[in-house]
């Protein structure tokens, strides 16, 4: 089998104006497609995701260099392919747009090589879980909603039967944070997962004094409390807390986490398959994590779609992340039935594009 054409498509999804974090203003989520065609007829698709800056760059690196690299290669060939041309980006980073440009053709050929096998992806993968992932819920987390907004929310999420749910905080005024917690957490019971994620925001100082002051409310975990390469500062917060810390969707690259882990760093890993360069990188994290007793809870930048296949495919996936933001773009997208993700047995990856999402979402 031969690689014959590759095509690039770039989406943009329109966003509800609550979304935000303590980093981030959101209007629209970015969808940039990479759909490979065979010799043998069968088509993969892959993908990455942005918040809108770089989108064009992505989509000029993919076109322009990445492509023709892939034509006329044996997608079976997708670890080897990925480590040269991996090995290439040294000259354009290793981290950010160049790897997330090879991340949407890698998991093309993922695709393909399970359509060619008449499989999900989870079981070509290994396979370990072929029913239901638990699955907890961010959607209705947002900085933006008020806090009557939040308990709102969280209650919905309880009772639709999500696992968990992740608010995010990061409020200039920290007495507003623990207020919203601690409104969440009374509405929701004392037992019920409930999750926060600074996305990164805080130096040490800041994030122990917020953890200290949200001990009382039992935070499931404290997701990305500093910045996404600070090893020493998150082995130290660590060490100060009981609270597992969750943290990884912005670290690209096994030897980062290798570092994390070895620090005592990390109670949650958190690999995140498109900024990883693929499905490749993410296994190879996972493996990692499993040999230090770490469990995984996957970044959700692919809004599940990968994410339901590659938790299937490991023991200590513990739950995946329920945004629905891509649910009009894929054929078939993820099936969520009382907050649990169905894990599907059709054959690939599920990152099949609609035609009509193409033509309604164009970005360009």
Not at 3 to 30: C, E, F, G, K, Y
Not at 164 to 187: H, W
Not at 248 to 272: C, H, K, N, S, W
Request: charged share 20%; hydrophobic share 45%; with cysteine.
């Amino acid at each position: 089998m031969k690689i014959t054409a590759i095509q690039i498509h770039w989406l943009r999804l329109p966003l509800p104006p609550q979304v935000a974090d303590a980093m981030t203003n959101l209007s629209s989520w970015d969808f940039i497609a990479a759909q490979v065609d065979t010799d043998d007829g069968l088509t993969g698709w892959g993908y990455n995701c942005t918040i809108g800056e770089g989108s064009e760059t992505l989509v000029t690196l993919l076109l322009k260099d990445l492509s023709p690299r892939f034509i006329g290669h044996d997608p079976f060939m997708v670890r080897r392919l990925w480590q040269e041309i991996y090995l290439d980006r040294y000259f354009t980073g290793i981290t950010g747009v160049a790897v997330q440009g090879v991340a949407a053709l890698e998991i093309a050929l993922w695709d393909i090589i399970a359509k060619a096998c008449g499989q999900p992806l989870w079981r070509i993968l290994g396979g370990y879980n072929s029913g239901r992932i638990p699955a907890y819920s961010t959607n209705g987390g947002w900085l933006g909603f008020t806090e009557a907004e939040l308990v709102f929310n969280a209650k919905a999420i309880q009772r639709e039967g999500f696992c968990g749910f992740k608010m995010k905080i990061g409020k200039q005024d920290m007495a507003e944070d623990v207020s919203r917690v601690a409104a969440v957490r009374s509405a929701v019971g004392d037992s019920y997962p409930v999750m926060v994620d600074a996305n990164g925001r805080w130096d040490l100082t800041t994030a122990r004094r917020t953890i200290n002051a949200l001990s009382k409310y039992n935070i499931f975990w404290f997701e990305e409390p500093l910045h996404p390469f600070d090893v020493a500062g998150h082995a130290a917060l660590a060490r100060a807390t009981n609270v597992p810390i969750l943290a990884g969707e912005t670290i690209y690259d096994l030897r980062m986490f290798r570092d994390f882990m070895v620090a005592g760093a990390l109670g949650i890993a958190q690999p995140d398959v498109l900024k990883l360069g693929g499905i490749s990188g993410f296994m190879e994290v996972v493996a990692l994590a499993r040999a230090f007793g770490i469990p995984v809870v996957p970044a959700a930048h692919n809004m599940m779609q990968l994410d339901v296949h590659l938790m299937a495919a490991i023991p200590h996936g513990l739950m995946l992340e329920y945004i629905p933001w891509l649910e009009p773009v894929f054929e078939r997208p993820v099936r969520i039935d009382r907050g649990y993700a169905l894990v599907p047995n059709e054959p690939g990856a599920g990152t099949d594009v609609r035609t009509d999402a193409i033509t309604k979402y164009n970005a360009g």
